[in-house]
């Protein structure tokens, strides 16, 4: 009876949620608005992935079970899906598979990233013909396996993804991003008495004393 009543009002909560994200906060231009929709109606899991303030504004409203503590803050990725995974260099200059995007990292229940990596893996596996259910099922899973081993005292810092405790396409990514940093310092640096160097190229020039003391 107010299906298309409860469909119009949604429409509406989309499009201002949208608009007082990317026009009051972030200040876009409609030329840069209208791109960043054109990405996100590509597909429902790139709405998601370009929409996280609307994931907020509409989980924040529902009441949840298990939440975090108050006066245990724990700190969430803030922005957890499937694209947001990738290969980086560690302080100890490995090449390692993580998290790799942390600009909406903030304190807030870790239930905001379980739902949203949750919903992200649904979606992606839909888009790739695949029953999402498994898959949702397993990362649950995995994440209570894991939670667990970190109250009978596991050190979470020790766990670190690297070509030799991967396998797979996993392994492959990390051993082709090797081959990749081998060939860009080949590129762009230059030993000189022993120290690398970055070289001087057209698009990358030695910065002068002045910008070097500041």
Same mark, same amino acid.
């Given at each position: ?5 409860? &469909? ?7 499009? *201002? ?17 209208? &791109?960043?929709? =054109? $990405? ?17 504004? @509409? ?5 949840? !079970? ?11 990725? !803030? =922005?957890?899906?499937?694209? %947001? ?6 302080? $100890? ?5 993580? /998290? ?20 992200? /893996? ?15 099922? %397993?990362?649950?899973? &995995? ?10 005292? *596991? ?11 991967? $396998?797979?396409?996993? $392994?492959?990514?990390? *051993? ?10 080949? &590129?762009?640096?230059?030993?000189? =008495? !022993? /120290? ?6 057209? @698009? ?11």
């Amino acid at each position: 009876m107010f299906q298309s009543v409860y &469909e119009e009002i949604r429409q509406m909560t989309i499009a *201002k949620v949208l608009d007082f994200y990317d026009h009051e906060i972030r200040q876009l231009d409609e030329q840069a608005r209208q &791109e960043k929709y =054109d $990405k996100m109606s590509l597909s429902p899991f790139r709405f998601f992935r370009g929409s996280s303030h609307l994931f907020y504004y @509409d989980v924040t409203r529902i009441p949840l !079970g298990f939440d975090t503590p108050r006066d245990k803050p724990t700190w969430i990725q !803030g =922005d957890l899906h499937f694209e %947001n995974f990738g290969v980086h260099g560690n302080a $100890k200059g490995e090449i390692i598979y993580d /998290v790799n995007d942390f600009d909406e990292g903030y304190l807030g229940s870790y239930l905001y990233d379980l739902i949203r990596m949750a919903v992200s /893996v649904r979606l992606f596996a839909e888009e790739a013909g695949y029953d999402p259910t498994p898959a949702i099922r %397993n990362y649950v899973l &995995e994440y209570l396996h894991d939670l667990k081993k970190y109250a009978l005292g *596991k050190d979470p810092s020790d766990v670190c993804f690297t070509r030799d405790n991967t $396998k797979g396409p996993i $392994k492959k990514l990390i *051993k082709k991003a090797e081959k990749k940093r081998e060939e860009l310092m080949g &590129e762009r640096t230059e030993l000189v =008495d !022993g /120290v690398r160097r970055f070289c001087t190229l057209p @698009d990358m020039e030695a910065v002068d004393d002045a910008t070097r003391a500041a």
